[in-house]
């Protein structure tokens, strides 16, 4: 018999934990792009205030996905570019990263459930 309960949420993201288990299992960053969003001015009125949220895409998983906190599992909100680059780089990923604004309609699109792999798992589920 199958499991009983509530079905599993759709994948909308990873936590960093997460994303370092697939990339023990082998798995790799094929892509990242991040989403930029301009808030209020830090100190003057020339200095924009933004907010970067990561999308990564993993190879063996469909569309790109946010990287999310360890709390709630909420997407992780980055205040500095240079703190995001530096845990991209942690991750092993060496590739570009595009900037896009967050109303920018050419931005890749982000996976929505298509898979509900975990890490662990052996093949992706559907």
Not at 2 to 10: A, D, H, N
Not at 17 to 24: G, H, I, K, R, S
Request: hydrophobic share 40%; charged share 30%.
């Amino acid at each position: 018999m199958g499991k009983v309960g509530r079905p599993r949420k759709p994948r909308t993201g990873f936590e960093k934990a997460e994303v370092y288990a697939f990339l023990a299992e082998g798995e790799r960053i094929a892509g990242a792009y991040v989403v930029a969003r301009a808030g209020k001015p830090r100190s003057s009125a020339y200095t924009p205030l933004f907010d970067f949220w990561l999308f990564i895409n993993l190879t063996g998983l469909r569309g790109y996905y946010a990287l999310l906190g360890a709390v709630g599992g909420e997407q992780r909100v980055f205040r500095s570019f240079d703190r995001l680059h530096r845990i991209l780089r942690e991750m092993g990923y060496l590739g570009p990263v595009c900037v896009y604004h967050e109303d920018d309609p050419r931005r890749p699109a982000v996976a929505r459930g298509a898979t509900r792999r975990r890490p662990g798992d052996k093949v992706a589920a559907e």
